[in-house]
């Protein structure tokens, strides 16, 4: 089975500083590994995704996460936030053998708010 | 392309009652999924398919029930609905490459 701890239910930074959002991950098989980004009574998107090729990826509106073995880790950042970012953010994984073939597991999510 | 058309968006119910909640994608996926968002839960897995006739639980599938008579759709049944099951619910599509499509989602309120 795999699981996935976001760690800080709210972040708050100010627009124009690093945005940094933390994820680990458990999974008895190599991962796959999300970030989703959900706006206010919207649903989600997918920002970026891991599937075992180059572990730094590259994902929409300047995101990006490096994929982390030894650390069990996958942290999304952006160099410079911007008031849009704000948000709630999902980190999720999924593996694709055994028994869980394709099923996304989510984090608890993360808030980012973003000060003027 | 409509992508994963979740219906309807909004709907309160009473203590007991049953509804179907419906979900369609357009982009002949075999996997689909559905999902209940609680604050501070991040999504939890409802049930699943990997494909037309194929369903399995998730990790929280108490009171709900699902078929997939084809592709496209795959509803989800509340039983006799309770107020615990107040929640926004999604429904999620893939092809089997890793990444899942979300539905808009259904804001469903028990009262």
């Known amino acids: 089975a795999q699981s996935v701890t976001q760690l800080g239910s709210h972040v708050s930074v100010s627009e124009g500083a690093l945005v940094l959002l933390r994820c680990n991950y458990s999974?008895?098989?190599?991962?796959?590994l999300f970030w989703y980004v959900q706006y206010p009574n919207q649903g989600l998107q997918l920002l970026l995704k891991y599937t075992s090729a180059a572990t730094l990826v590259k994902g929409i509106n300047g995101f990006e996460a490096e994929f982390k073995k030894s650390e069990t880790s996958f942290h999304l950042t952006k160099p410079s936030a911007h008031m849009s970012d704000a948000a709630e953010y999902f980190c999720?994984?999924?593996?694709?053998?055994?028994?869980?073939?394709?099923?996304?597991?989510f984090g608890q999510g993360t808030i980012l708010t973003v000060h003027p | 392309n409509a992508g994963v058309t979740q219906t309807p968006k909004f709907q309160v119910l009473k203590t007991g009652q049953s509804m179907t909640l419906q979900c369609a994608q357009d982009m002949n996926h075999e996997y689909m999924s559905w999902y209940r968002q609680d604050p501070g839960m991040g999504l939890r897995l409802i049930h699943y398919s990997v494909g037309a006739g194929i369903t399995d639980q998730g990790e929280v599938p108490n009171g709900y029930n699902v078929s997939r008579s084809t592709t496209e759709d795959f509803p989800l049944r509340l039983l006799s609905a309770a107020p615990s099951q107040t929640s926004v619910y999604f429904c999620?599509?893939?092809?089997?490459?890793?990444?899942?499509?979300f539905g808009s989602g259904t804001r469903l309120t028990v009262v």
């Open positions: 999620a599509s893939s092809s089997g490459t890793p990444g899942y499509t």
């Open positions: 999720a994984v999924s593996v694709y053998g055994g028994t869980s073939y394709g099923k996304l597991t």
């Open positions: 999974s008895s098989v190599p991962p796959y």
